[in-house]
């Protein structure tokens, strides 16, 4: 018997009492909790995601999408990265103006060649305003978890208003379950009993994100 078959039975043994007309868990529990708290306008919200991610000690830029390669080009010069690591779905036109050679995401890559990557940059799913949350669900533009996970210094790009939403109830709705979430707010960080931060821990140490809207014709 695998551990899958064993832990199974066990969880239909403990059910074997649970009457059929019981009310299912997702209608017994009363969820009367706001879904955004204040009712802001879009700009608003931006600016409140903007101010929770400086607060959670990332780094934020705002471009227009006809600026965004240069901004991008000034992080990695700014950081000093010989290396940028790419997912297989990024934009081309983002890394348009760089001259920093590129990694190739490879499912073949170990978390040692990643540690000598210097700088990853992706997509994102969505941004959470009220929370300062960015949450990546590993499609094309955001690549496999771990490449977000292992280099030292992380570009993150938000399409606003359009990936920006107020509140995670509302993040929940456009989110897929079953896809490889990542919540991120801020860098990675952990703090022991004396309340000494310690960042780049479990993740990278710098997180830069990039607010980008859509430029004016």
């Known amino acids: ?45 931006v600016e409140l995601l903007a101010e929770n991610l400086a607060d959670y000690r990332a780094i934020v830029h705002r471009t227009d999408t006809a600026g965004l390669a240069g901004v991008i080009a000034g992080m990695l010069a700014a950081h000093g990265s010989e290396s940028v690591l790419v997912p297989p779905g990024l934009p081309e ?57 292992v280099p030292d210094h992380h570009i993150c790009v938000v399409r606003v208003p359009e990936q920006v939403v107020s509140s995670v109830p509302q993040a929940l709705e456009r989110l897929d379950p079953t896809r490889p979430l990542t919540w991120i707010s801020g860098p990675s960080a952990t703090s022991d009993i004396e309340l000494d931060r310690v960042e780049g821990v479990h993740g990278p140490r710098t997180l830069e994100v990039v607010l980008v809207t859509a430029s004016e014709d």
Do not use: F, K, N
């Not at 695998?2 to 043994?13: H, M």
């Not at 009492?17 to 017994?28: F, G, I, L």
């Not at 009220?130 to 690549?143: C, F, H, N, R």
């Open 93 to 149: 036109e983002w890394l348009g103006v760089t001259e920093v050679p590129r990694v190739h995401d490879s499912a073949a890559s170990t978390a040692h060649e990643l540690d000598r990557v210097d700088s990853v940059i992706t997509g994102c799913a969505i941004a959470i305003a009220e929370t300062g949350t960015i949450v990546l669900d590993g499609s094309p533009d955001q690549g496999r978890r771990r490449i977000t996970l």
């Open 1 to 45: 018997m695998s551990s899958r078959e064993l832990i199974l039975g066990r969880v239909r043994r403990a059910l074997a009492d649970v009457q059929q007309d019981d009310t299912p868990y997702e209608q017994a529990v009363p969820r009367s909790y706001l879904r955004e708290h204040g009712g802001l306008g879009v700009e608003e919200t």
